[in-house]
């Protein structure tokens, strides 16, 4: 199958176009490179089933191209800066919703029937259930990014109703693991690395939440398309379990030997549309027979590992 992988070369895009070239699928990477980066696609590089693409989403001319031929499409290329969407409101509708449409469009041009879409736990905004089905009703969205990607969500409904595409839409929890490089993982790690004695912390350290391993979630992916055939198949991607951000920097400082003073600022929320608590549902892939492989404590120390390995790498480079 030929398969095109957007953000093909950022954190999740990488590691799913790495897993498709084992499955022996042919695998067209697309990026624009504002925020991926190439060497994550070294070990695809090389591969003869691989083709990398520069282009962006919002150029028809680019994604005409990349659409050549392609059976799947695996859409992850989106802005996912939740924190500062308020300084850039227009970039959400852009780089998620927009390049969404445009994709879409592509798809229907060129007869290709069927796309995975990487939404967010944080279309749920805050919700009054815990765990959080797939069936909630929606509240009032609290950040720019969740209501991009609901929005986006709509056109890929909507598309598979009127023009016979089949959708699987993964609404994730924060994805952990190797080429993570954003997040509060990789903040407190830079913190850390600045000053060892001190850690400033966005909120009151109290917020719960729930990681998600990203080889686990290629899991459920690739087992969710070859299983599930409604019209549109909506999934929650997450673990069982939350911790407290304090829980987290526990694990971080203890992996690191460090015992850094902890401030904090921004009281529950650390920032607009932080959500404090995040528990999702996940019955329904479960019920497909996934099941992660790593707890959240486990995909935490799996990516300080990654990300102190890769810090030393890169400046060993330089």
């Not at 050549?68 to 939740?82: C, P």
């Not at 407290?244 to 600022?265: Q, R």
Request: aromatic content about 10%; hydrophobic content about 40%; overall charge negative.
């Amino acid at each position: 199958m030929r398969v095109l992988v957007t953000g093909a070369a950022g954190f999740i895009g990488s590691n799913m176009a790495d897993r498709l070239l084992l499955a022996g699928h042919s695998v067209v990477g697309l990026d624009n490179f504002s925020t991926g980066q190439q060497r994550f696609l070294n070990s695809a590089l090389v591969h003869p089933q691989f083709t990398l693409l520069e282009g962006d989403l919002l150029d028809s001319k680019s994604l005409a191209q990349a659409m050549q031929g392609v059976e799947l499409v695996v859409h992850f290329a989106a802005n996912a800066d939740v924190r500062f969407g308020t300084e850039h409101p227009r970039k959400d509708l852009d780089q998620n919703t927009i390049a969404t449409w445009n994709v879409l469009e592509a798809m229907r041009e060129q007869g290709c029937k069927r796309i995975v879409f990487s939404s967010t736990g944080s279309v749920y905004g805050e919700p009054g259930i815990f765990p959080t089905p797939e069936a909630c009703p929606f509240p009032i969205q609290t950040s720019l990014y969740g209501a991009s990607k609901l929005a986006a969500e709509g056109l890929i409904q909507a598309y598979c109703e009127g023009f016979g595409l089949q959708g699987y839409i993964f609404r994730f929890v924060s994805i952990l693991g190797e080429r993570y490089s954003h997040g509060h993982v990789f903040d407190f790690y830079r913190q850390l690395s600045e000053h060892p004695e001190h850690l400033h912390v966005l909120g009151n350290g109290h917020q719960r939440k729930s990681y998600l391993y990203v080889q686990d979630c290629i899991d459920a992916i690739l087992l969710a398309i070859d299983r599930a055939n409604g019209k549109v198949n909506i999934f929650n991607l997450g673990t069982d379990e939350y911790c407290e951000v304090n829980d987290s920097i526990g694990w971080i400082c203890e992996h690191l030997g460090l015992h850094p003073k902890l401030t904090y600022s921004g009281g529950e929320r650390g920032w607009i549309g932080d959500s404090p608590f995040i528990l999702l549902d996940c019955s329904r892939i479960r019920a497909l027979g996934w099941q992660p492989r790593l707890t959240i404590r486990q995909a935490v120390l799996a990516t300080i590992k990654f990300v102190s390995a890769d810090a030393a790498t890169v400046k060993a480079q330089r």
